[in-house]
């Protein structure tokens, strides 16, 4: 088992999702106008590493981080449009003797900066249906030194398309019925000094989706599941037969308090190819309107 696991750690990020997290109401248009600030703080833990969907070891790893998006909202070409950046810090820290041996017990550290719009093709807030593209650049500006096995910078451009679909199919005295779509393909540059290799990626698709009810002006409550896949990374052109492929459930919910919409939400894989299995996510999110 050793002989391959090296390879692999190198480039397996510990936790693994859609590269930008998409949440409910994240498609809900903004007046042109406005500005707004979230935070993000996100716990999750990943027991166990997996490779063909099965269990190779039983150590672990968690992750910390916290977010910071800032937007503004405007009209560009006749189109409600809002720019977007966004900021993050990380800590990760690996348990067990594997893993222990090849990367450093904890890694901390800002992350890549990245820059995107969304651009509301269909925006109807009177009916609440909303069809918009995100487009998102990635910078190479985070935490990297090529010694270690694992950074939280990925010393690497990288780019994503993102789609949000939001429909209210239903609507009666006892509230609002959402459903929210939201697919993702990203495109990887090369990381030319990732230990001395080469590391490349293939692209990686995700779809999220939300079912989300509205009983009252100020709660929503939600669930939904997302797909992962692709992303099969090579070094120095040796394919790895890495790729993910995993699923995931979440639920949750928010409520509006003094302007401020609070939000959590809880996630946990039910599958997976290869990677570290995540069994344990919270996050919660902090909104204003600014």
Sequence with gaps: MKHFLPLILI????????????????????????????LYFKESDSDGYYRN????????????????????????FGYTTSFT???????????????????PKTTSGMSDIRLGMTTWLLNKPSEKEYLALTPMIFFPTGE??????????????KATLGAGYVNR??????????LEISPELAVYGNNN????????????????SYLRYHPLPILDIFTGCQIN?????????????????????MFGGSFVLYRTQIMFRHAYDTGIHTGFKTGNETMIRLQWSL
């Design 53 to 76: 969907g099965t269990k190779l070891i039983n150590d672990s790893v968690s992750l910390s981080a916290q977010a910071l998006r800032l937007g503004h909202t405007t009209e560009l």
């Design 169 to 178: 199919f239903m609507k009666n005295d006892v509230g609002e019925l959402f």
């Design 85 to 103: 950046a966004v900021g993050a810090y990380a800590k990760t820290t690996f348990d067990g003797a594997v893993v222990e041996a090849l990367y």
């Design 144 to 157: 990297y030194d090529s010694s270690r096995a694992f950074n939280i910078g990925e010393n690497r451009f």
């Design 193 to 208: 000094d990732a230990k001395g290799k080469k590391l490349e990626q293939a692209p990686s698709y995700a779809l999220t």
């Design 11 to 38: 480039v397996s990020a510990p936790i693994i999702a859609a590269v930008n997290d998409v949440l409910p109401t994240d498609y809900i248009a903004n007046r042109p106008g406005e500005s707004f600030a979230t």
């Design 229 to 249: 896949g692709g992303s099969e990374t090579s070094v120095n052109g040796v394919e790895q037969n890495d790729q993910p492929n995993n699923t995931r459930l």
